[in-house]
């Protein structure tokens, strides 16, 4: 299993949900969080946003739908321009039902 973290535009939030929803990926945790990328935030004008708003998606999935689920991220939250947002992938050896104990997806 994976653990997909996505760090997308917040504007993108709800297309990027739809589309995972659409091929199959229901399950997800989204956050609202601040951060900053390589570009150290943005200027406009005399003001500078050292930290920037965007949405985290977590998602668990099978190793096997991981190009899948990249997939569907890269292609929904890409605008092209700098500050699109980054994607996490990290190993997850367990995964457990609270409610039952039961452990897999």
Known sequence: M????????????????EHLEKEGF?????????GRGKQKGI????VCY?????????LVVEDADVPKALNVIQNSARTGNI?????????????Y?????ESGL
Do not use: Q, W
């Open 43 to 46: 200027r406009v004008g005399t």
């Open 97 to 101: 039902t609270v409610r039952t104990g």
């Open 26 to 34: 229901i399950s997800l945790t989204k956050m609202n969080v601040f």
């Open 83 to 95: 500050g699109d947002g980054k994607i996490f992938v990290t190993d997850v050896s367990e995964a």
């Open 2 to 17: 994976k653990m997909i973290r996505a760090i997308i535009r917040p504007n993108k939030e709800e297309k990027v949900v």
């Open 50 to 58: 050292d930290e920037l708003p965007k949405v985290m998606l977590m």
